[in-house]
């Protein structure tokens, strides 16, 4: 089983910056591909940017060049830097992980509880 604790999330004008974090915790073999998500009002959750345990990286059109995902694979923690932030930003962000629970297991997927960014204009 894997908890996931996102944090960092908060009320930003545009133009400004956020850093997001999430760390995995619980009993688990390893930490898969890690994942941010956004949830707007009335919208569905949208992928923003990926990261494998590799460290190779991938993002929506929308925020290239703006945002950036890394991980500290030791501390099973991945974020995301947000610059430039507009207020089409604005959403809910999860935080998703595949996690292997033991050796030779099927992948899990977990998710974090959200954390709320709002980029006033």
């Known amino acids: 089983q894997v908890q996931l604790v996102e944090s960092g999330g908060g009320l930003v004008q545009a133009g400004g910056s956020l850093r997001l974090s999430c760390a995995a915790s619980g009993n688990f073999f390893r930490i898969n591909a890690m994942a941010w998500y956004r949830q707007a009002p009335g919208k569905q959750r949208d992928l923003v940017a990926v990261?494998?345990?590799?460290?190779?990286?991938n993002y929506a059109d929308s925020v290239k060049g703006r945002f950036t995902i890394s991980r500290d694979n030791a501390k099973n923690t991945v974020y995301l830097q947000m610059n430039s932030l507009k207020p089409e930003d604005t959403a809910v962000y999860y935080c998703k992980c595949n996690a292997d629970v033991y050796s030779g297991s099927p992948q899990y997927v977990y998710w974090g509880q959200g954390t709320q960014v709002t980029v006033s204009s």
């Open positions: 990261i494998t345990s590799g460290g190779i990286t």
